[in-house]
Structures are given as C-alpha cells and as structure tokens.
C-alpha cells in the first residue's frame, strides 16, 4: 500500500541557506533603488522596493524556521508544512497588498517589485550552490522519516 503525498515523510536536501550574504545583497538593491528613485524625484518608491526585498527576507527566515521545527518532529508531515507556508504567504501577501494599496501615490506597488525581485535572488542564490555541489560529486538528502533509503 503507498503512503498519500500530504501524509508522507518530508526529505530536504543538505543546503546551505546563507541569510547574512541575502542580506547584504538587500541593503545594496535597496541602496542602488533608493538612489535611481532619488534622481527621479521618487525616493519613496526605492524605499517601498527596500521593504519587498525585506518582506521577502522575512519569508525566507520563517520558511528555514518552519522546516527545522517540521523536520525535528518524529514524524513530519508534507501536509503540516503545506498549511504553513500557505499561511506565511496568505500574510505576507496580505500585508505587501496593503502597502501597495494604502501608498499608491508614493510608489507602494515597489513593495511587490522587491517581493518578486527577491524571489528570483533567492531561487538563484540557492540553486547556483546546489548545481554546482550536483556538478562536483552528487547531492546527500536528508531522509527526516527515520529509516535509511535503500538503492
């Protein structure tokens, strides 16, 4: 008999998530954004893009949060991390709409470029170290089940 996907075990591979390097790469977009927005006359729009990429960070500390707390568990479920991060993006989507909403006439819709722009960096800053670790001798995965795989 197969296990349902949302009941069966979550295994992650070994990646190095490096927040501080996602963080310096932040301040000097939001840096460069604020100063292209000043020669606009739309300091304010630089600010509302500094504060996506921040709401991106935010959501990138809390996904890490979520699966170290999930994976902890005896049993971790891909359904308990489902409903996390549904949740963490239901508010943070909320508030990033909000932003953009209520600041419309100083450049709130930046929020939602630095949001979308941060998704990209991530998935970069990610992907590169794991194409490259695949490249130089394979990827380990952390099996969080409790058994070893057989292969």
């Known amino acids: 008999m197969t296990t349902p996907a949302q009941d069966a075990p979550l295994v992650f591979p070994s990646v190095a998530f490096r927040p501080l390097r996602l963080l310096i790469i932040c301040v000097a977009l939001?840096?460069?954004?604020v100063a292209a927005a000043a020669l606009t006359g739309h300091i304010f729009f630089g600010l509302f893009f500094g504060a996506g990429l921040g709401l991106g960070l935010i959501?990138?500390?809390l996904v890490r949060h979520a699966v170290e707390a999930i994976t902890a568990e005896d049993h971790p479920l891909k359904k308990k991390m489902a409903v996390n991060s549904a949740t963490r993006l239901l508010i943070i989507t909320a508030v990033a709409l909000a932003i953009?909403?209520?600041f419309k006439n100083s450049g709130g819709?930046?929020?939602?470029?630095?949001?979308a722009i941060f998704q990209a960096l991530l998935v970069m800053s990610t992907s590169l170290p794991v194409l490259k670790k695949i490249r130089t001798g394979g990827l380990d995965a952390v099996d969080t089940s409790g058994t070893e795989s057989k292969g």
Not at 30 to 33: D, E, K, L, P, W
Not at 109 to 115: D, E, P, R, S
Request: aromatic letters at 18%; charged letters at 0%; proline letters at 0%.
């Open 100 to 102: 953009a909403f209520f």
């Open 109 to 115: 819709i930046a929020v939602l470029f630095g949001l």
């Open 59 to 61: 959501n990138a500390l």
């Open 30 to 33: 939001t840096g460069v954004a």
